[in-house]
């Protein structure tokens, strides 16, 4: 009740639960699950000299085998890009991050190649990049 004795008008505000006293059921619904996952890039490297190697189609296609389209290329031909799908449970996540990097770098070494996790290479080959 106001000072006048009447009670106040509650308007119905665009927002759900703004405006008006929050009651148990406004208070505690329950929110989305929040997720994790990752995209992650790899560098393409000969084993012996470490130098990049230009051959990202060719590893891409070989890690799709195990890993869909979960793997594809990236902005130059020594690049992969990995991507987990969105987790709720930090388990499931490390666990399949795992599995991917394993997956990619036996699909490198397949084509006698490694992978490196690194924002630029150390060695690279003079002149403009594929």
Known sequence: MTGTGHTPAVTQSPVPGHGRTPTPA??????????????????????????????????????ARDLGDRVGPELTRYQVETRTDPHTRLVDFTAQLRTTRRSLAQAAARQNLRIISTGTPVLSPSGPHP
């Open 26 to 63: 406004t208070c505690l619904t329950p929110l989305p699950p929040l997720t994790v996952g990752a995209e992650e890039e790899f560098l393409l490297v000969d084993p012996l000299t470490r130098e990049l190697r230009p051959h990202a189609e060719k590893v891409v296609a070989e890690a």
